[in-house]
């Protein structure tokens, strides 16, 4: 019998993915957990029948043994606590308990966190660093595209102790406009994002806080800015720094290949190469490329994800894969 | 001294391309009218001033020549009164005065016609077709995007009798999403329109009688599918006959080269030839290629036109030359 | 042990496709197979060691069950009888093997087919035709994309004796420009065929005697049009034709229904709806959907397919499925 | 009576934006000049003349005032002393001519120079720096894409002594395919550029030493990497330095407005807000934009131009405007 699985936000773009990727699970029985916040529907073919549907409000009586939360974070704060109640374990794919603290959460989110015990309590769902600590967790905080593909890339730098901060570390991040939600608005118009490039919250991105807590540098230290890619799915994030300590490309090569070896989700490039968004969309992997001029130690590192699976719902997906117990790749390669 | 012009709508997408166009030319100062519809506004660089703006109740003050209505037809209705009243004559962008009778506009659009009186005075604003009809008008109905395309390619055919009228016409019409509007819908969402392709009002587009009623065909002759293209702007019909009378492609290539002699704005491919949107976008030339199976009479006809330019402002300055007596093609070559 | 299948022209987008499908697959091993012909690789990750490969010449020592011929139809007619010799069935996915009579490929193909007897042997690989004779074949002809496409939107109404055909069946096609294959040219190039859409082969494209003879219409009875699609992936055919003896779009919807029931591949939609590209976008799917005016006949049926999964890779899989005695929809699903 | 100007590479992307801009230039008269090294041309509208023509051995007889070299840099080369020799003066698009000696040259071009006393003579054309040079010049280097938009934000900075050079300045660039050229190839084509995004010359572009140069800043303190964006034309340059000696970025926006008091194609945004590529698309504006963190330093300059107009044919048309004596906005605005 399969174990069932909820996902609530199913119409937006991270719900879609869920429900494309868990199809293909062979343990898990997908029920679509209604709620008031949906958005609107596409036509569908008759009879084609789709998973089992539900009201959130009755994820008690349906045993659900994790739900995912598809939704915007004001929705996630406030559906946690009665579903972890009912028993499930929730994979919140949204920003409510990704940040340590109340303090740095209020400070980006402009708002006071409305409940400091979970959010002390979540495992941050970053299996290639907390592995070991998802695993027991009750509730996962998913984590933002952009920062699992700056945190992958950066974290063993810093680590390594490679990285000469006084220069600081630079993440210029472009991301598909999937990564914006299902929510039409000027911005994500076909006419306003087709044909054209943009950067937004330059220097004051709510992912920031995300890449400091894990890779333990200050604020200071780090240089981001988004930016909007006229393509649907997909981040590629160039990353510069100064090296010290490394005599070529290959040996940060190295370094990334010691540190991921054995991570089924993490690829790295030749020397001097460097990933595409063709490399990784549809895909769970985050690829990365490493360039250096070894006379002045610039450094250019370009990691790339597909923000839909492993910047969403294929983590998240490897997140309940630990949890349950079930082969970590299982449904994603 | 340059005689002044309105612009109701500035914002959208019809109305920034009037700007475009209006810029350019020697004779005109624009006035942007404020009006309570108004969309979102991009950001602009500092000291780039634009062109005078006012509100539309002022337009009485402003002695302006001609006011264009940018606008949905509901506000187009409202405000035209009180425009004509001003002294300005009008060009409207909208549907709200293209149809001859208040009940074919009732049957399409689904609501009655609350001006009977303008709709009969409006000039249907297709120079290639009603010129003179055009010049002495107060009001000007500026066409449809879809018909313009149509129109021009379809009515040479009929006049001179050498479609088989019982297999009917096919019109295969794809449109690019700025024809949809400004205003953010689901439907108009990059990640909706993006890498698709749809069909809509299958067989019931608001446009339909504008051809019918140019042309002199009846509505079962005439099938007509509207589909969303994923490019910012360009319509390109493929239309289907059986032809009757011709012995090759060459002889309707002499024929719409005939009937529109002298027009500065169609351009008529090579036999076998036809135009892209390329040929056409940020022009507008309407472009009209011809394929033709001589044995079996199957025709093809593919006409093309920036939906922005020849389907809406480009037009619509073209006839605002006509009424103010300047040349017909002044900034739109 | 996994049953070894081989793959020509596996870095073209049907080979791509074809790896993608078949990796999934619990049944067979890949090895791809390299010919002269091939194209330019891409960069691939350090250690991501991809499928088996040999040359082609050694397919005889490889012990292949099938191998997919994924080239231009010059290379596949060369290679089928040396491989067929080797013991392995052939998948064609090119036009070599497609039409019945060597005169009608050298009508539409320019030139003379070199092997009658093999056009004479080889089975057409639409499944929903042709299940019964494709399962004991050695050579599959694969369908062309803009076919399959036409061929069950069409088959079936021709059958049930509904179309009138005097006025004859009118297919606009549109296709993605994976579609023209991967080898660079002019017209593929990225700036001449993004925000562009064009029309090309009009009533003569080399696809249209693969709906002639599945579905027993005559040339002059069947007006098609291809026409290049801004998308990389996908075919709409928008087919118009007069309906006799139906009464609704439900009509056709039950007759289609009846025609595919228990297909897994062919999907309707309700009355009046149609399907766009995303519906069917990396799936194996023909999704349809009918529009019909009762008063005058008028008729519309949209048909959408992947050209790379129903209409190329999805299709060979699903043929090799047949062959080799596996569950149809397997990795297909 | 026009002066007459040539054309050599006509059909090339900035060859075709050169017969644009100039077709509305009152004073000159286009000749185009076939070359042997031409691309290959689209299918044209009947009757629609277009500029004259004639060989570019003709050159001589034609009396040209200017010629334009729109084509590969080793083209231009070989005819610019001829050119001269005839009496026109030369607008290179090429980079024949833009580096000031042989040696900086040979490094970045891998293959010496042919002719340094020309490479000595050239006047670099950005107006916005050498105007005074231009003027006299016989032969302008018209600069590069991407060096135009950086040198345009970056020298500014450097003249101004606020940039933290221990640091470096880090030049993330992003360009339309247009820049990339016509010809065919994998990598320009639809299906590889489109819904993707690519690094490429990471930390080697040809293009760094025009920003070396006109900044005077070393290598070492510059990180530049030029990527693929799907978009026809457009570049948006992301910059990042640390600030020292200003409080806020309304202290680098009133740098930038004195520096360019005057200037009409440079537009400054205000503090924190960015210009995208819409805002310069089909223009020969450059727009910057500037966000800064007073407490830190870090700074981010957002720098956008049209890869066709201000990065090619729209300041080669500056430029001749200043070299005839016209108004150097003349069918720029």
């Known amino acids: 019998m399969k174990t069932p699985v909820?996902?609530?936000g199913f119409r937006g773009y991270g719900g879609q993915e869920l429900i494309r990727i868990l199809s293909r699970h062979p343990r898990v029985e997908i029920v679509l957990l209604d709620h008031r916040s949906d958005s609107e529907q596409r036509p569908m073919p008759k009879n084609h029948s789709?998973?089992?549907?539900?009201?959130?409000?009755?994820?008690?009586?349906?045993?659900?043994a994790v739900v995912?939360?598809?939704?915007?974070?004001?929705?996630?704060?406030?559906?946690?606590?009665?579903?972890?109640?009912s028993g499930a374990k929730v994979v919140d794919l949204s920003a409510a308990f990704r940040l340590r603290t109340p303090d740095v959460h209020e400070r980006w989110y402009k708002e006071p966190h409305t409940n400091a015990a979970l959010l002390h309590e979540a495992a941050y769902g970053l299996p290639e660093f907390y592995r070991e600590k998802i695993k027991p967790a009750r509730l996962i905080a998913n984590p933002g595209c952009y920062p699992t593909a700056a945190n992958i890339a950066i974290a063993p730098l810093i680590e390594a102790g490679i990285v000469n901060l006084d220069a600081g570390i630079i993440c210029d991040a472009k991301s598909g406009v999937s990564g914006a939600g299902r929510k039409p608005s000027l911005k994500t118009s076909f006419c306003e994002a087709n044909e054209n490039f943009s950067a937004y919250s330059i220097l004051m991105h709510r992912?920031?806080?995300e890449v400091l807590q894990n890779s333990g540098i200050e604020e200071s230290q780090f240089s981001f800015t988004a930016q909007l890619l006229p393509v649907n799915r997909g981040i590629l994030e160039t990353i510069y720094f100064r090296a010290k300590?490394?005599?070529?490309?290959?040996?940060?090569?190295?370094l990334y290949e010691k540190r991921y070896h054995g991570e089924p989700f993490v690829r790295v490039f030749e020397p001097g190469k460097a990933p595409d968004l063709m490399h990784v969309?549809?895909?769970?992997?985050?690829?990365?490329?490493v360039t250096l001029d070894p006379a002045t130690g610039r450094a250019v590192v370009v990691s790339a994800i597909d923000n839909l699976v492993k910047g969403a719902a294929g983590q998240a997906v490897q997140n309940m894969n630990l949890i349950l117990g079930y082969p970590e790749t299982e449904s994603l390669l």
Do not use: W, Y
């Not at 789709?50 to 659900?64: D, V, Y």
């Open 68 to 85: 995912f939360l598809a939704t915007p974070h004001e929705v996630a704060m406030e559906l946690t606590p009665e579903l972890l109640h």
């Open 281 to 289: 969309q549809h895909t769970n992997f985050c690829d990365l490329g």
């Open 207 to 209: 992912h920031v806080p």
């Open 245 to 254: 300590g490394v005599k070529s490309a290959a040996d940060i090569v190295d």
């Open 6 to 8: 909820g996902i609530v």
């Open 50 to 64: 789709g998973p089992r549907r539900a009201a959130t409000s009755e994820a008690h009586q349906l045993g659900l």
